[in-house]
């Protein structure tokens, strides 16, 4: 099946800095991709959506300032969370899907980075 | 916009017992895809299983099977013979169909804690 990463795994970083996730298709080319965000026991919530070469679509109450999103290539995107705040722990999760008008039927998750920030 | 119910937030059941997880959602779509996922406490989120809207056969992989029930917009879960290995955060979830568009994201349910038991 369709392998997707993501790096790190697990970050801790001190309040006021910026965070970086890079989150990969290792075997196929993405043309959509997804980062969500699980805070404990929760549900995954929708952050952004992102096509190749294109501005990312945020959720609404997302703010797209703090969460910069970049989809350089059809094998990546990176999610970077700017001044990041203790309330900006959670869990991101990442998922890619593929295919042309009409084919889209599932997305492939990451395995997840957990950001701590102090 | 889409939503999805899953009202059972634990449930448990013993080993090599049946048990079934309820999911309900609204949607004005006619077409669109809906999904289980298995999250362990890895975090990992695991496909379990996918219906196709257009289907009117359920969906089985396995011991696991899907009641779907499209003009009711049910979509519980069966699993059988539960094992053990089954223990884990099953999501409901809802993506429409289609292929480039800003709105094929995937839209979870509240998840429902489930434990097998020896």
């Known amino acids: 099946g369709a392998v997707v990463s993501q790096h790190p795994s697990w970050v801790i970083c001190k309040s006021g800095t910026s965070v970086k996730i890079e989150c990969r298709s290792l075997d196929f080319q993405a043309t959509t991709m997804f980062w969500y965000r699980q805070f404990p026991k929760q549900s995954l919530m929708l952050m952004a959506t992102?096509?190749?070469?294109?501005?990312?679509?945020?959720e609404q109450g997302v703010e797209k300032d703090k969460f910069l999103i970049n989809h350089a290539s059809l094998t990546l995107s990176t999610l970077t969370v700017t001044s990041a705040h203790p309330e900006d722990s959670s869990f991101y999760i990442c998922?890619?899907?593929?295919?042309?008008?009409?084919?889209?039927?599932?997305?492939?998750f990451g395995p997840g980075t957990r950001l701590t920030v102090l | 916009a889409q939503t999805v119910t899953q009202s059972q937030p634990e449930m448990s059941v013993q080993e090599a017992e049946t048990v079934t997880l309820s999911c309900t959602y609204d949607?004005?779509?006619?077409?669109?895809?809906l999904f289980w996922y298995k999250q362990p406490p890895s975090r990992q989120m695991i496909l379990v299983i996918r219906q196709e809207a257009y289907k009117q056969q359920n969906a089985t992989e396995n011991r696991f099977s899907v009641n779907f029930q499209k003009a009711a917009k049910s979509f519980s879960l069966k699993i059988s013979d539960s094992q053990l290995g089954d223990t884990a955060m099953y999501f409901c979830a809802f993506m429409k169909h289609g292929g480039y568009r800003t709105d094929n994201d995937m839209r979870f349910g509240a998840g429902t804690r489930l434990t097998v038991k020896p």
């Open positions: 992102s096509n190749e070469g294109s501005k990312a679509t945020y």
């Open positions: 998922s890619a899907a593929f295919g042309g008008p009409g084919t889209i039927n599932e997305q492939f």
């Open positions: 949607t004005s779509e006619n077409n669109y895809y």
